[in-house]
């Protein structure tokens, strides 16, 4: 078989376009190989689920770059932290550079209880099942993303979420969730698939680690509408290390744009059942963990800062973020807690 060119003299476009998406994952491919599992300190069913997907990703690069640029979505406003992919901004102008590009996002923000599926992390750690609901403290939190945009419907991604709790009695940063999946876009449909880790800063057997798929449907395509309508997504995740329980999660969302504002007004509601979560990340309990464990419901704002600063685009998007929610615990097999709770951040994306 011939090797592609290794430059763009006597190759078409296309073909020059094609090997430099190919070199660009085979250097990720090498680069996680050796050094994520050392540095997240996985188990080995993670690094070979992480292995894996890498290998996948370059075998597939080539021809997901020659695939037609698949419409994307618009952007939602920033919320409450999440490590699966869901659809991206706006159909990139024709004027960007062509070719491989990463796309960043960083996220910094404040919130009055760190609430991760249905479970209050900033309650005493530790604590009776009944008693996870009794929070104190601040929760800072910060989440970054880097998506490769190889100019196809592939679009492989590296996720980091950390929260800083400051009244945790055993560790400040009180977790570190890592994440890389890869995820497949078109105009009507996004489907990402992936490895999470799940790190514990010095709590000892605490650390453990999921497989996970989540899927979007951009409603409005299907409807003939130019914009989607209610955003509807499942997610299913499989924990690796403890007791192999699984949490599945459905949620509608609808972004309301106040023209001449930059003001975004996203509703957001979901439902969560979990099966055989003896165990939830740092949280123990006795119950059999089977049901339908929280429902949320909520409200997201985002207010873009480019103007109101002066920021011009090539400095990337600036945006300031709010968001309220109401999560209900619903069965009482399951571990949770209801509490009110909400936040502010600040997010920038090239």
Not at 4 to 15: F, K, M
Not at 45 to 73: F, K, P, Q
Not at 159 to 188: C, H, I, M
Request: with cysteine; aromatic share 10%; charged share 15%.
């Amino acid at each position: 078989m011939t090797r592609p060119p290794h430059t763009r003299e006597g190759a078409s476009t296309e073909a020059a376009r094609d090997f430099e998406a190919y070199r660009f994952l085979w250097r990720i491919r090498v680069t996680l190989e050796l050094q994520f599992a050392s540095l997240l300190r996985v188990k080995p069913i993670t690094v070979t689920l992480t292995i894996a997907l890498a290998a996948v990703l370059s075998s597939v690069s080539a021809i997901a770059a020659a695939a037609d640029e698949a419409a994307v979505w618009p952007a939602s406003p920033a919320g409450p932290e999440t490590v699966y992919a869901s659809p991206g901004g706006p159909a990139a102008a024709a004027t960007e550079p062509q070719g491989p590009r990463l796309k960043w996002e960083l996220s910094l923000g404040y919130a009055s209880a760190y609430v991760y599926r249905g479970i209050d992390h900033s309650a005493t750690v530790g604590a009776t099942p009944d008693a996870i609901d009794e929070g104190g403290g601040s929760s800072f939190q910060f989440s970054g993303r880097v998506t490769l945009d190889a100019g196809g419907p592939w679009h492989p991604f590296v996720d980091l979420f950390s929260n800083y709790w400051d009244t945790d009695p055993v560790s400040n940063w009180q977790e570190l969730r890592p994440t890389l999946g890869l995820q497949w876009q078109s105009k009507a449909a996004a489907v990402s698939a992936g490895v999470t880790s799940y790190v514990y800063p010095d709590r000892t057997g605490d650390n453990t680690s999921e497989v996970f798929m989540r899927a979007d449907m951009n409603d409005g395509d299907l409807l003939g509408r130019e914009q989607p309508i209610l955003n509807p997504y499942g997610l299913v995740a499989c924990e690796l290390d403890a007791n192999g329980g699984w949490y599945g999660e459905l949620g509608i969302s609808h972004n309301w744009a106040i023209a001449g504002l930059g003001l975004t007004v996203t509703p957001v509601a979901r439902v969560a059942y979990t099966y055989r979560m003896d165990e939830a990340f740092i949280f123990e309990t006795d119950r059999s963990g089977s049901g339908w464990q929280h429902a949320d419901l909520g409200l997201q704002l985002s207010y873009r800062l480019n103007t109101l600063l002066n920021l011009p685009a090539s400095d990337g998007n600036w945006a300031l973020g709010a968001f309220l929610f109401r999560t209900s615990h619903l069965a009482d097999a399951t571990l949770g807690g209801s509490l009110t709770w909400g936040g502010v951040n600040v997010t920038w994306r090239n």
